[in-house]
């Protein structure tokens, strides 16, 4: 898997920097991951960056990830999209979270995480 996938110590968030296709099994250890966090560190924010990603993404791996982030703690959703396709499927899963928007770079979702 050529994805990152890791705390950010320093601005206290889970990082996912997908690159290429994101399948079934990257949605599967994702969860384990943010699982295993929640268990440590209680809340925190997401930053998803896909504008390395695929400008697909399977209803499968999307309801997962959909379920995971409305039973999760998750303080602040952001992510990063560049695609067009990519920007209709990120708002369609993120409409049912509260706190969540998308942006064209990961300096604005940054800002908007710290602030």
Do not use: Y
């Not at 699982?35 to 993404?57: C, Q």
């Amino acid at each position: 898997m050529n994805h990152e996938l890791f705390f950010d110590e320093e601005n206290d968030m889970i990082v996912l920097r997908v690159r290429g296709d994101f399948a079934m099994d990257d949605a599967v250890r994702c969860s384990e991951f943010i699982d295993k966090t929640l268990k440590e560190r209680g809340s925190f924010n997401v930053l998803v960056d896909l504008s390395e990603a695929t400008p697909s993404l399977d209803k499968e791996v999307r309801t997962m990830l959909k379920k995971q982030s409305q039973e999760d703690a998750v303080k602040k959703f952001a992510m990063v999209v560049t695609h067009p396709a990519l920007r209709i499927i990120g708002k369609i899963a993120t409409s049912s979270m509260s706190n969540s928007k998308i942006f064209k770079t990961e300096e604005e979702a940054l800002r908007w995480l710290k602030g």
